[in-house]
């Protein structure tokens, strides 16, 4: 029996509404929450992602400013628009969109945002908070969201198996920090573990790896080393998903958060397939072997409409509250 989908889309309609008043009672009392967005780049999903954003906040009530420094922008000058930003009392929260320009530290310009404005919960201090307090306003939101995904699914948590693949600071750890709060008994799993044993013990997996994306690029710069006369031709990557239907213990509660911008198949010379207008034909997949495993699975997201409606809410409610506490 296939696994039953789970909504997103739902859940953040429902969040969502329940913010309309409280957006509408600040709005009133001069105190309209907005969403300051920096973007420092040139790609293409950041800005498709600004886009849709601006619209989200527009569409309920949040005022929203893109701040575009440039996509060759040194380190001072972003720091010196997020000093403007913190300085700013109409702005209620701050995000950095990714990538950064070359030369940037991810980490040093997370720390310059006023831990108050932080609109995403990756500041180190509100990590520590959530590390030491199990305090989760502001969170950092796929991973929030991801978790409220498995809450509404299974509320009691108490003692079940909960499997996180990825490591990363603003998704994998603080999904299993929010998952022991919930007294879940939690693993990590990352790139030097053995995925298929410890996904098959799993009642619950949050998958946030981005895998097969690492491994395109690690393949695609030893091919192009290759074709400059530097190195050995690589033999051709794996770009299956990480997570396949055999791995899954059935009946599990799967939340696939991964994101992969690779191309949707090689050669048998190991090169990307083009499309018809002579370039990559990419993709974006998760981490997750969907058609698979949800014949599996007990309950898992669908690629459209899972956990990414879900995050955007909680973005929207780490910006709310900013503006509440201001």
């Not at 709005?27 to 780049?41: D, S, V, Y």
């Not at 000093?83 to 070359?102: K, Q």
């Not at 030491?132 to 509404?152: F, H, Q, W, Y």
């Not at 600071?169 to 919930?182: F, H, Q, S, T």
């Amino acid at each position: 029996m296939a696994a039953e989908l789970i909504d997103g889309n739902a859940v953040a309609a429902e969040m969502l509404n329940e913010l309309k008043p409280k957006i509408a009672e600040l709005t009133a009392a001069g105190k309209q929450p907005h969403l300051a967005a920096i973007r420092a780049n040139n790609d293409a999903g950041s800005g498709w992602y600004a886009k849709a954003q601006a619209g989200h906040c527009e569409e309920h009530g949040v005022r929203y400013t893109l701040k575009e420094p440039g996509a060759d922008a040194s380190e001072a000058e972003i720091i010196k628009v997020i000093n403007e930003l913190n300085n700013d009392p109409s702005v209620s929260a701050i995000l950095l969109h990714l990538p950064l320009p070359s030369g940037c530290d991810y980490l040093k310009l997370v720390n310059a945002i006023a831990p108050e404005k932080d609109a995403e919960g990756v500041h180190p201090q509100n990590l520590g908070a959530l590390l030491a307090t199990g305090n989760s306003d502001p969170a950092p939101c796929t991973a929030i969201g991801a978790v409220e995904l498995v809450k509404r699914i299974r509320p009691d948590l108490n003692g079940a198996k909960a499997l996180v693949l990825g490591r990363s600071a603003i998704v994998g750890k603080p999904a299993a920090l929010l998952l022991l709060n919930l007294n879940a008994s939690v693993m990590i799993g990352h790139s030097r573990s053995d995925v298929a044993a410890l996904c098959r013990e799993a009642d619950v997996i949050i998958a946030a790896t981005g895998a097969a994306a690492v491994i395109w690029s690690r393949y695609k710069r030893a091919l192009d080393n290759y074709k400059a006369g530097k190195g050995e031709k690589p033999a051709p990557c794996d770009l299956t998903p990480l997570v396949k239907a055999d791995m899954v213990k059935p009946g599990a509660i799967i939340v696939d958060v991964g994101v992969n911008h690779i191309p949707k198949a090689l050669d048998e010379n190991g090169e990307p397939v083009l499309n018809d207008k002579g370039k990559v034909a990419m993709q974006y997949a998760g981490d997750v072997d969907f058609e698979a495993a949800k014949e599996i699975a007990g309950h898992i997201t669908s690629p459209k409409g899972g956990s990414g409606p879900v995050t955007n809410a909680f973005l929207l409610r780490n910006t709310v509250n900013a503006a509440a506490r201001m």
